[in-house]
């Protein structure tokens, strides 16, 4: 049966997810916590585009600086915990601007630019925000991995960070979502049905090639991935939607009516018969 394997949010953009066993669906049709914080450059400040206000956020992108650093958030305490892998431990509260600043200059000084911590309500910093979760399956995680002779499928999960994982299904299951004649799929929360409609396939950025713990790129990632990915894409998907094939995980969207409610580790999960949107 299709259902929900796991279930991770990302506190703050760029930083370490953490596995959670529910998650409400958002008013602005996100994960409720995902990308809540970031650390965004103090002088770009806001940018007014016709998604909203956005404002440009340090991630692994810009540095990788940061897989040097295990981090745990407690979404209770709005406190952030830092493990550098050479210093000592360090709690920030980013519920408070005493909090936030503090962590501005910590971090700021680790990745040698200026840094600031902000917060923002849905849909917070996630890259796309007239979307919602990401979504993959099991076995695409274990299907990548098995491309790459030092990769772990827990090691897939991190490099990509998808927020809905799916078990139950094929590799690559997620790839039938996006094109214009795409079904929707459907969790059977216990807040009743949430629909899901494909958005596009994500095109993947430098951050998977990295070991998640150190760093280090894997030799000649992209092509390896490119070529696999060309060798092994399913039949049910639409090539038409997909811009090249350095694109793995869905970016989904999550109806207007059906936002608010919840989902959770265990859920079955269906493919719609609704056909084409």
């Known amino acids: 049966m299709a259902h929900i394997e796991r279930l991770r949010c990302y506190p703050v953009k760029g930083l370490d997810g953490m596995s959670i066993e529910s998650a409400r669906l958002t008013e602005a049709g996100t994960v409720a916590g995902d990308r809540e914080y970031a650390m965004c ?5 806001a940018i007014e585009t016709g998604e909203g206000i956005q404002t440009l956020a340090y991630n692994g992108k810009q540095t990788d600086r940061i897989h040097a650093l295990r981090t745990t958030f407690d979404p209770e305490a709005s406190t952030l915990t830092v493990d550098p892998a050479d210093d000592e431990r360090r709690r920030f509260d980013l519920s408070t601007d005493d909090g936030r600043a503090a962590a501005s200059e910590w971090f700021g000084e680790f990745v040698g630019e200026p840094v600031d911590f902000r917060g923002r309500e849905p849909p917070a910093f996630v890259d796309r ?147 084409g949107r």
């Open 41 to 45: 450059d103090p002088a770009a400040g």
């Open 129 to 275: 925000p007239d979307a919602g979760p990401s979504v993959i399956s099991t076995a695409t995680l274990e299907a990548v991995a098995s491309w790459f002779d030092d990769m772990t499928v827990d090691g897939a999960r991190r490099r990509l960070r998808a927020n809905v994982e799916v078990g139950g299904v094929p590799a690559f299951w997620e790839d039938r979502f996006v094109g214009p004649d795409a079904p929707e799929f459907v969790v059977d929360g216990g807040d009743g049905p949430v629909r899901f409609e494909g958005v596009e396939p994500c095109a993947r950025c430098v951050v998977p090639s990295r070991d998640p713990e150190t760093g280090d790129p894997l030799p000649d990632f992209r092509e390896r991935f490119v070529e696999r990915r060309e060798a092994t894409f399913p039949e049910w998907a639409d090539p038409e939607a997909f811009p090249h094939y350095y694109t793995l995980m869905l970016i989904s969207r999550v109806p207007e009516a059906d936002r608010g409610g919840a989902i959770s580790v265990g859920d079955e999960v269906r493919v719609s018969d609704q056909g």
